[in-house]
């Protein structure tokens, strides 16, 4: 059979505009939305050139902390977020670890708290531990950053299991991590 002749239609949207000019910019979400951040901690500009944090010596530059000195030496001082929070009192973060287990192993689960934050520590200056308590049958850490309570307590789970919790606070900047074993 054949085909009927008669004109075929190729229906294509196309874009015009005019020649030698760029295609229009694609914008995915809302333009007009602002992101709030909501820590009280966080610088709202850049410093203005390198800059050593007065207290424990960390380094500012292009926006970054680091531990590693730079070049040219840093000329401003100032202080670091993490050293403002500790000063304050005002911890970003909590880890609480209880269980019977916990009385059991208090010496490694210690030592695994502390290995992960010193590991975190290195790398985001930023991420510290703030205070760490003893109570009944329990462990409670403080940090200066919402993230590291996370991994502490993602490296409790790998280790020994239990059950974990996490809990984010928008409002307030502040992440609460529980992790619970009891045999």
């Known amino acids: 059979m054949a085909a009927a002749a008669g004109p075929r239609h190729n229906f294509i949207m196309r874009t015009y505009t005019k020649p030698g000019s760029r295609l229009p910019r694609q914008v995915r979400g809302n333009p007009r939305l602002q ?59 909590e880890v609480i670890v209880s269980g019977a287990f916990v009385a059991a192993h208090t010496k490694e689960i210690e030592g695994l708290i502390r290995n992960t934050a010193d590991n975190e520590s290195r790398e985001h200056p930023l991420h510290r531990i703030m205070d760490f308590r003893r ?24 280790a020994w299991g239990g059950k974990l919790a996490t809990h984010y606070d928008d409002e307030g900047y502040y992440a609460r991590v529980t992790w619970e074993r009891n045999d």
């Open 35 to 93: 992101e709030e951040f909501h820590d009280p901690y966080h610088a709202r500009g850049k410093e203005k050139g390198p800059a050593r944090c007065t207290d424990c010596g960390a380094t500012y530059v292009r926006g970054h902390w680091r531990w590693q000195g730079v070049t040219p030496p840093a000329t401003g001082k100032t202080i670091c977020p993490a050293c403002r929070r500790v000063k304050d009192r005002y911890p970003a973060g």
């Open 135 to 158: 109570r009944k049958g329990a462990i409670a850490v403080t940090t200066t950053d919402v993230h590291l309570p996370h991994r502490i307590g993602h490296a409790l789970k790998d």
